[in-house]
């Protein structure tokens, strides 16, 4: 499988960015989805998860209520809207596959098989 994020960008603080990953090359719709991200010296965090029916996501907690996770197997794309953006939430954003079908095992970066090559979030006070 390959992924391919994009939608980054430079916003300012209290903007809005949507970020979309498309997958290839395997049964998208049999995998959960994931989005991380990474600031300069930081770890790699979790950001948010969806369950591979797209019935059920799951949110970090810094951006529960700003951040939404959606998917259209149809098209083989996973999005994330992003609103209210603050500066920290400055960082290179990841998606990623999951076999897992438990929703919980979304925030363990250890459960995910691929990942993409990550697109560059930075939003200014």
């Known amino acids: 499988v390959q992924l391919q994020a994009s939608g980054g960008g430079l916003v300012q603080a209290g903007g809005s960015l949507r970020l979309s990953c498309a997958a290839s090359?395997?049964?998208?719709?049999?995998?959960?989805m994931g989005w991380f991200r990474q600031a300069p010296g930081k770890e790699r965090e979790f950001v948010g998860g969806?369950?591979?029916?797209?019935?059920?996501?799951i949110y970090a907690d810094s951006v529960k209520g700003r951040f939404t996770i959606s998917r259209d197997n149809a098209k083989n794309t996973v999005y994330l809207q992003m609103n209210n953006l603050r500066p920290e939430d400055t960082a290179v954003y990841y998606c990623?596959?999951?076999?897992?079908?438990?929703?919980?095992?979304?925030?363990?970066?250890?459960?995910?098989?691929?990942w993409g090559q990550g697109t560059q979030v930075t939003v200014s006070s």
């Open positions: 090359g395997g049964p998208f719709r049999g995998y959960g």
């Open positions: 969806i369950h591979r029916t797209g019935s059920t996501t």
């Open positions: 990623a596959v999951s076999p897992s079908i438990i929703l919980s095992q979304l925030r363990v970066p250890s459960s995910y098989r691929y």
